[in-house]
């Protein structure tokens, strides 16, 4: 009888085990669900704001022609499809991120260039915000064995974040050591600071502080998940220290110097050669009319020849004959898509040996890939830069 009582209660034990594990695992499901619910609040708040100033500043330039209003409502433009951009680029990497898609592009570089770089990401907000930016880098050359490109992108996280989380007219420091086997960034700011409870949380996606729709300063909760993330996959680490509310914030990146033998420098192009170049004879394909007549205005304005075709069957139609130097080329259009229309262009031995550019908003590594087997030169993600966009079209300009 001892003995069935015994096994009476270890069943008990197991069945009290057992809820309590189903009520933790369906209190996470009920978490995640209302984190999800929030970020999409947010994220559908954060898309459309910078939406309002576009279209604010379009119509004012349909209607002010002065030169001072239609400057501004110009950089109205292109600060706020820059700020949308970003936020686009942000999400693709936490979901290139959740599905181990992000590979790293190591090369040789300066430390030094690399924080400068960061900071001219940054230095438009800082700017707005009034803020002091104090930068130390060690005066020698610091070469290091990073993806620049990342660790840039980690360095702005940090730089805007500081800037975003600190009143107006506050200060920010920023500084790069070298030791034996590591350099350490820190970004320092006079801000609101982080209660003690949030430091290790804050890094984690979704995260923030300050969730309510009205704040003064927005953001999608993932900048400092990436900045983690990014670290992380250096073999370095972050972490973050404030003395609480109302008292700044520190956030320090320790990444670890691996010696190897000298790499080759990362190849770098001269967007400065592009205003210079000759006009090129080009046909963009995009079914967006709006995508494409607008890059055509550009093109034209720097003195480049431009047809334009809105779908992949008439940029075939009029390659019978108008035969370009660059086709600027979308994807994903209705009919015949770009791919087929590469593929076809490459098989045309009139037209074969133009340089074809896929413009894009597809980016990630197996978009590239099935691009350069149809035929592709170059593979470009929009909205993309023009002066990049210029000295890839002008480099191949010139060589011939
Ligand atoms: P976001 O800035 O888009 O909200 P992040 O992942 O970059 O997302 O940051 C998460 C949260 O960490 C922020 O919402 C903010 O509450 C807090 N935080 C980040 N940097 C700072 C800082 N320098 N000072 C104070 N709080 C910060």
Known sequence: NARAALRSRQWQYQIRAHRAERERAEQALRDAGRRKDEFLATLAH??????????????????????????????????????????????????RISTGKIDLRIGRVDLADVVRNAVETSQPLIDRRRHQLEVHVPADRTLIDIDGTRIAQVIANLLNNAAKYTPRGGSIWRSVSREADHVTIRARDSGIGIAPDLLDSIFDMFVQADTRLEREIGG????????????????????????????????????????????????????????????????????????????????????????????????????????????????????????????RIRADPRVKNVLLIAITGWGQVSDRMLSREAGFDQHMVKPVNIDTLLSVMHARGNVE
Do not use: C
């Open 46 to 95: 954060e898309l459309r704001n910078p939406l309002a100033p576009i279209s604010n500043a379009a119509y004012l330039m349909g209607r002010v022609k002065k030169e001072g209003t239609v400057q501004s409502a110009r950089e109205i433009i292109e600060r706020q499809v820059w700020h949308l951009a970003r936020l686009v680029e942000d999400l693709l990497d936490v979901s």
């Open 220 to 343: 999608l909760g993932i900048g400092l998940t990436l900045v983690k993330h990014f670290v992380e996959m250096h073999g370095g680490t972050v972490r973050a220290t404030s003395d609480g509310p109302g008292r700044g914030s520190e956030f320090v990146v320790t990444l670890p110097v691996v010696a190897r033998p000298p790499l080759q420098p990362e190849e770098s192009s001269d967007p400065a050669r592009a205003a210079g170049g000759r006009g090129l004879r080009v046909l963009v394909v995009d079914d967006n009319r709006d995508s494409a007549d607008s890059m055509s205005s550009l093109l034209r304005t720097f003195g480049n020849e431009v047809a334009v075709a809105n779908s992949g069957a008439e940029a075939l139609e009029q390659l019978t004959e108008y035969v370009p130097e660059v086709v600027l080329l979308d994807i994903g259009m209705p009919g015949m898509n770009g791919y087929e229309v590469a593929r």
